[in-house]
């Protein structure tokens, strides 16, 4: 199995709503990492899991709180968003030390309303 | 923070042609990768480079790290209408602790007439 599964593909929410995202990987990639990308710009990083335990946040407002629940699933928590937030997200795993390249979800298109 | 600056922006050009693009950094990179995007869909790993002066091909794409370590070309021979998307190239950067994280550069739009 070489894919990163992300549920769900489309997500609509209202700003006081809470939802999750979730990523599952079955290659025994020990590094996964939560992306947010805007329309016509790169994927930009937010969090990177390591071993299960949270190794990188780049100053993510706390609305979104991120879950790795064991080596194959990567969640992430959506609660009281902005409109500002619709965008793709992105989830991708890679080996531990994350040179070789990411493989990357299909990711979930998400849209607050 | 460092940026990967890429040219260039767009491409439109006719099915059969030959493309060049390139990515500049003001940092050094020991790896260079390039993914392709296509709409509503996650990047995809096309070529990864580990050495410089490294030239490394995948069928009809051909890619190069750059002397300098500072730069990488990615060229698409005999261009196809499925070769349309925006294509990125990226770097791992130490992220903390033993941790890389990856960055991308800012796309190289890509539109095939058939």
């Known amino acids: 199995d070489t894919e990163v599964t992300q549920t769900p593909k489309h997500l609509v929410m209202g700003m006081t709503n809470k939802k999750s995202l979730k990523c599952e990987q079955h290659?025994?990639?020990?590094?996964m990492y939560w992306y947010k990308q805007k329309a016509k710009k790169p994927p930009e990083l937010m969090f990177v899991y390591s071993y299960e335990k949270l190794s990188i946040n780049e100053s993510v407002p706390s609305r979104f709180s991120p879950e790795c629940p064991n080596s194959s699933l990567l969640n992430l928590h959506l609660h009281a968003l902005q409109p500002e937030d619709s965008a793709l997200y992105l989830c991708a795993s890679s080996q531990a030390r994350g040179v070789d390249g990411y493989t990357f979800g299909s990711g979930t298109r998400l849209t607050v309303v | 923070g460092q940026q990967l600056n890429q040219s260039p922006q767009s491409m439109f050009i006719q099915e059969g042609e030959d493309v060049s693009m390139n990515c500049t950094s003001s940092s050094i990179f020991n790896t260079w990768l390039w993914y392709k995007q296509d709409p509503g869909e996650g990047p995809v790993l096309l070529i990864a480079?580990?050495?410089?002066?490294e030239l490394t091909s995948n069928g009809r794409l051909t890619a190069q790290f750059g002397i300098t370590r500072k730069d990488s070309f990615l060229n698409i021979s005999a261009s196809i209408p499925s070769d349309v998307g925006i294509y990125f190239c990226?770097?791992?950067?130490?992220?903390?602790?033993?941790?890389?994280?990856?960055?991308f550069g800012t796309g190289t739009l890509l539109a095939v007439q058939p």
């Open positions: 290659m025994g990639h020990r590094a």
């Open positions: 990226a770097g791992p950067i130490r992220g903390g602790g033993a941790t890389n994280k990856l960055i």
């Open positions: 480079l580990y050495k410089a002066g």
